[in-house]
């Protein structure tokens, strides 16, 4: 019984225009970005780039906290023995 998606060869089958190993590699590194349209790759408006680094810092802020706090407790466990 053949699985859906598989070849007869037991490897997954593509579709007619998805391309091979050399056509993701240029999509990837050749064509980039799109530059037709402006603010694509940076988030459409200026409001929405400053919401977005305000959301990336309070992430890492976060981030900072919780290792703080871990740090804190590994040295209060070492401190009681």
């Known amino acids: 019984m053949e699985r859906s998606g598989m070849g007869k060869d037991g ?3 593509k579709a007619p225009g998805e391309g091979g190993r050399f056509w993701a ?3 990837k590194y ?3 970005p799109a530059e037709g349209v ?3 790759v940076q988030g ?5 780039r400053e919401l977005w680094k305000q959301d990336l810092e309070n ?3 976060w981030s ?3 290792r703080e706090r871990k740090r804190a407790a ?3 466990r070492r401190a009681e023995r």
């Not at 459409?44 to 929405?48: M, P, Y």
């Open 30 to 32: 050749v064509a980039g």
């Open 25 to 27: 590699w240029a999509y």
């Open 44 to 48: 459409g408006s200026t409001q929405a």
């Open 38 to 40: 402006q603010g694509a």
């Open 59 to 61: 992430r890492k802020r």
């Open 11 to 13: 490897k997954a089958s």
């Open 74 to 76: 590994r040295e209060a």
């Open 64 to 66: 900072r906290e919780q």
